[in-house]
């Protein structure tokens, strides 16, 4: 297999590890191959949007969905570490309001398989990250919603060492039990 696959605690929310081939010149991995995505997950996907953003340490960005055009998002590190959250927002899901939590980080590699129907964040735990990831779906700022990073009934344990860096739509989030969800 072209990458290696590990459910998360969320069976659909995958980690994926592509092959890296390294020595002492530096290292070379296709980080992706539609082709290879495929044939590792079992998923048909295609994404339609790359984007690429950097944080200073504390910044927590999340919990985000669209609730139209909901995306899917194959999300990875290139500089520093994050911690990754996705939440199940489909209401017949078992799972519903479930989280899992996943390190990235540019030294691991691994890759994040975040599918439609989940919320989305992460905090960076170094001094900077560059996070990239591809979506499924184009970005629709009038249908993007937040969930509140801190909802007690999610009880996510961010690595906070102080009051994390918010963008006003994260400090503004509402809380699960009041958000519109997927069906």
């Given at each position: ?21 390294g020595d002492g010149r530096g290292f070379f991995y296709e980080s992706y191959n539609a082709r290879d995505f495929a044939t590792s997950t079992g998923l048909d996907v295609r994404f339609v949007q790359d984007n690429h953003s950097r944080s200073v340490s504390g910044v927590l960005r999340g919990l ?120």
């Open positions: 297999m072209p990458y290696t696959v590990t459910p998360t605690a969320l069976p659909e929310v995958l980690i994926l590890e592509p092959k890296c081939f985000h969905y669209q609730i139209e055009h909901a995306q899917g998002k194959l999300v990875r590190v290139t500089e520093g570490e994050v911690y990754d959250v996705a939440v199940d927002l489909r209401k017949s899901s078992p799972r519903f309001g479930q989280w899992a939590a996943v390190t990235l980080s540019a030294a691991n590699r691994r890759q994040l398989w975040i599918p439609p129907g989940f919320g989305h964040g992460f905090m960076v735990v170094s001094e900077a990250a560059e996070f990239l990831y591809k979506t499924t779906d184009y970005w629709h700022p009038e249908h993007e919603r937040s969930i509140l990073w801190s909802d007690p009934t999610l009880a996510i344990p961010w690595p906070l060492t102080g009051a994390p860096l918010l963008a006003r739509k994260d400090a503004d989030g509402c809380l699960l039990s009041e958000a519109i969800t997927y069906p």
